[in-house]
């Protein structure tokens, strides 16, 4: 590599895909910035970005393979962990068959290109039916309802928020999480770029964010009530004849069931529940239908409560009636460059599927081919057929970031096996027998394969690798195909993998000449793979080279037509990305449902919304309720190791509002008790008038203080694991997902406070 030298990456530490300039002396970081002719950030950077160099420069982040021996941890060769790993998970399959090894995937494998290409085929060469994913603490609600509504559970409507003049935000704070399902970079300057325009957005949150500091209005509302909230604005629409299906007239079932439902939620009856006074309603569902662009963007918030998946059906049912789905300024479906399963027209298809299958012990149906995780600690401790006794966890922290976390804890330390990919041994890594770390970051290439399906904007934006593999390194895309090839019964060896990364290309290429009416239809599968396998290349990058040249806007391999489409070699030529232009309207192309129309009022849905939602109109509103929160400097548990990131004031304490602090005694700095079903901890309060009375908030992803875990900085900025107050007996019905908001406390002062 030369001296002295740039690099431009897109940042894959959150699901904003911001562009980094990367200045490198050798393999040595001097200076991350953000890279201002990125098509899609336009030189916007967090400070998670620019704490690249310290991530890859943290001491504790693991650089060999390690080998767990009684309480030592000892480093070994690439090899010697291979076959510790084969020894280990076949000794689970011989004795207990396939469902006893389970596999977790943890976020940061939706940010990262090797993941996102072979999860399945290991997946599928596991062979189990025990698959969980940091999905069910975090977005599954809303694949749901898009696949319920839509057909697709990719098919999630964003808000087209550069073109909006309306944009009503439920339960998200972009102003940290600079998006979430929905990939916007930039989200500060977007939002105040709405507003310099004459457009407005509100923030309906319990908790006065950043984001609602800057809104034009901010709504408090009482945690695990925005179904109500978003009914009632049905209500009013329908009500006051405000409905307009815009491009959505003619393609909608179901609006009849829709009115019905709504017809008790009005106003005035949800306003004790919801704590958003009736007038309040009225007139945000008046703006909604009466603005001619304008959006319902709602998140985590409400996402992780529990009416989550009716929530989330919700928010598209007010965009539909209102006006504004599938229309610029409104709520718009992708089209990603590497296509997908709804990136051709169609308009029809098989439709979504819940519950194929469910859980061994508590019967909780499955979603996307996974269960929801809150189960994991019962099939691990449940003896009986199927029971777990090894685990696969994949980037991962479920025991910082799932419901019952001490009971997850514990249960982890009795399994007979487990093999971890991570570069940390962290609070859940700590119990492995093999733990296998990946490259580091600027020694990877990267594409956002997920992200770009939920991108605002239509982009494409690839980055190479910009340092040489060190000499304990090894590619991560070996390593997921030695471990596919490792449960297949394909043994261990670099060969064996080599084997998977041919097997899994030779199998798309396939697909994608088998594909009627696909733009490589008939071509010769075999010099498709020769073409993509110039120069010796392999891994990801021959996958992602394939998407592309197939996708709706690539070159086709040539085909007439489409000479100047898309390809690795594109992007390759331009390392600040592709801007392929804003969303278009979709509709009816994007559907997939059997009807080839919006299902309005799912079944499902309709079912859950009668059996859970209509009975809490006359439920009593007492005690607290804890939410949690997010910060602009961390990303879920694994961005607490760097010294960068959490220096200075410290962040996981409990938010509470000035009227229950004096209620309870609490004063600014002391500890409290948080109390749930679940479990107990200990956390310092912070008095602010951010918080909406009877709401207490901490932030999700802390509880450094493991034995075992190697993570200096982490350690010494602890915090609490607020998982231990999150009852994973309880979770929202149809998606499986945790509630992780609203949860009942009880709070007392472990100092008195003085006068």
């Known amino acids: 590599m030369a001296a002295t030298r740039i690099a431009y990456r897109t940042c894959p530490l959150c699901e904003a895909t911001c562009g980094l300039e990367i200045h490198l002396d050798g393999d040595d970081i001097t200076l991350i910035r953000g890279d201002k002719d990125d098509v899609f950030s336009r030189g916007f950077v967090c400070p998670k970005g620019t704490a690249l160099k310290a991530l890859e420069a943290d001491p504790d982040r693991l650089r060999r393979p390690l080998v767990r021996q009684g309480d030592t941890w000892h480093e070994v060769s690439w090899d010697d962990a291979f076959a510790e790993v084969e020894r280990g998970l076949q000794a689970v399959f011989d004795a207990h068959g396939r469902d006893a090894v389970a596999v ?164 005035d009856a949800v306003a004790p529940v919801t704590g958003v006074p009736a007038e309040t309603t009225r007139r945000i569902a008046r703006d909604l239908a009466g603005t001619e662009r304008a959006a319902v963007y709602g998140r985590i918030g409400t996402c992780t409560q529990e009416f989550g998946s009716l929530a989330s059906w919700l928010v598209d049912v007010v965009n539909v009636l209102a006006g504004n789905l599938d229309r610029d300024g409104g709520a718009m479906f992708a089209r990603p460059a590497i296509g997908g399963a709804t990136a051709e027209d169609t308009g029809k298809g098989r439709g979504f599927r819940l519950g194929r299958r469910t859980s061994r012990v508590r019967g909780l149906p499955e979603a996307l081919g996974e269960l929801p995780v809150a189960t ?91 340092v040489e593999l060190g000499p304990d390194e090894i590619p991560e895309w070996e390593i997921m195909c030695r471990l596919a090839a490792i449960v297949a019964g394909q043994g261990s060896s670099h060969e064996a993998g080599v084997a998977v990364d041919d097997f899994v290309l030779s199998t798309l290429v396939s697909g994608a000449v088998g594909r009627k009416g696909g733009v490589v239809e008939g071509r010769d599968a075999a010099e498709l793979v020769a073409e993509l396998s110039r120069n010796g290349r392999r891994g990801p990058e021959r996958v992602l080279d394939l998407m592309l040249r197939t996708g709706p806007y690539g070159d086709g391999f040539g085909a007439p037509g489409h000479e100047d489409g898309l390809s690795l070699a594109v992007l390759e030529a331009n390392p600040h990305g592709v801007d392929l232009g804003p969303l278009q309207p979709r509709l009816p192309g994007v559907l997939r449902t059997p009807s080839g129309r919006i299902e309005l009022a799912p079944p499902e849905l309709v079912a859950d919304a009668e059996a859970r939602l209509v009975p809490t109109l006359a439920r009593p509103v007492d005690g607290l309720r804890l939410i949690g929160r997010r910060d ?72 450094h203080d493991a034995d075992g875990a190697a993570m200096e900085t982490a350690a010494a900025h602890a915090g609490v694991n607020s998982n231990v107050l999150t009852d994973g007996s309880v979770l929202d019905a149809l998606s499986g997902n945790a509630i992780l908001n609203g949860i009942p406390v009880e709070v007392e002062a472990l100092v008195p406070a003085t006068a």
Not at 170 to 196: I, K
Not at 445 to 454: E, F, K, V
Not at 648 to 668: E, I, N
């Open 376 to 466: 994991l600690a019962d099939e691990i401790e449940t003896p009986g057929d199927g029971q777990v006794h090894a685990l696969i966890c994949l980037s991962g922290n479920p025991v910082c970031s799932t419901p019952d976390a001490g009971r997850l804890d514990r249960v982890l330390a009795g399994l007979d096996f487990m093999v971890a990919l991570d570069i940390y041994r962290n609070e859940t890594t700590r119990h492995a027998n093999v733990i296998l770390p990946a490259p580091r970051v600027l020694a990877k290439s990267h594409y956002d394969m997920a992200l770009y399906n939920l991108a605002i904007r239509t982009v494409a934006n690839y980055s190479p690798p910009a």
């Open 104 to 267: 977790y995937m943890g976020n940061p494998n939706a940010h990262n290109l090797a993941g996102m290409v072979y999860n399945r085929v290991l997946n599928q060469g596991v062979g189990t039916t025990n698959v969980f994913s940091a999905s069910t603490v975090d977005q599954m609600p809303k694949h749901v309802s898009a696949g319920l509504m839509f057909g697709s559970p990719i098919s999630v409507p964003l808000a087209d928020i550069d073109r909006t003049d309306y944009l009503l935000i439920l339960g998200a704070n972009p102003f940290a999480s600079n998006g979430s399902l929905m990939t916007a970079p930039d989200m500060p300057g977007r939002l105040r770029a709405l507003r310099a325009r004459g457009g407005r957005f509100v923030v309906v949150d319990p908790r006065r964010t950043k984001t609602a500091e800057e809104a034009d209005e901010h709504v408090p509302i009482r945690p695990g009530t925005d179904a109500h909230f978003l009914l009632a604005l049905v209500n009013v629409l329908v009500d006051e004849g405000l409905v307009h299906l815009g491009h959505a007239e003619g393609l909608v079932n179901g609006y009849d069931e829709v009115v019905r439902l709504a017809d008790g939620f009005t106003p």
């Open 632 to 703: 602009l400097r961390s990303n879920n548990s694994w961005m607490h190791n760097l010294e960068v990131l959490v220096k200075g004031k410290a962040r996981c304490t409990l938010l509470v509002h000035p009227d229950d602090a004096a209620r309870l005694g609490l004063a600014d700095g002391d500890p409290a008790r948080v109390r749930s079903a679940a479990g107990e901890v200990q956390a310092p309060v912070e008095v602010t008038d951010t918080m909406m009375p009877g709401v207490v908030s901490l932030p999700h992803g802390w509880g």
